[in-house]
């Protein structure tokens, strides 16, 4: 599993529930890690798609903040359209 940050709703609390429950399984030895990863993988499946595609934003995963390391300067959002503008015309000029 990748770790990811999301906002918080009913889906997350649902997922946190589940990895517990899970947790509990593994410290018990009635699962291994594998089918562990697995069952998690399994209960969160199509949760970014239900929230972006399906728009089920109470249920699906709304991750926020996944692009954040990638900013390396403050700047007026202005500037920064200005500079998607440009971007996007020399993308479309080729």
Known sequence: ???????????TEEFTAKQIQVAGMLDRGEVDMAAAQLEIEHFWAGALRRAVIDGDVESGSIMAGQSVGMVDKEEPVAEIIATLVAEAEEALAR
């Open 1 to 11: 599993m990748i770790p990811v940050r999301a906002l918080k709703n009913k889906g």
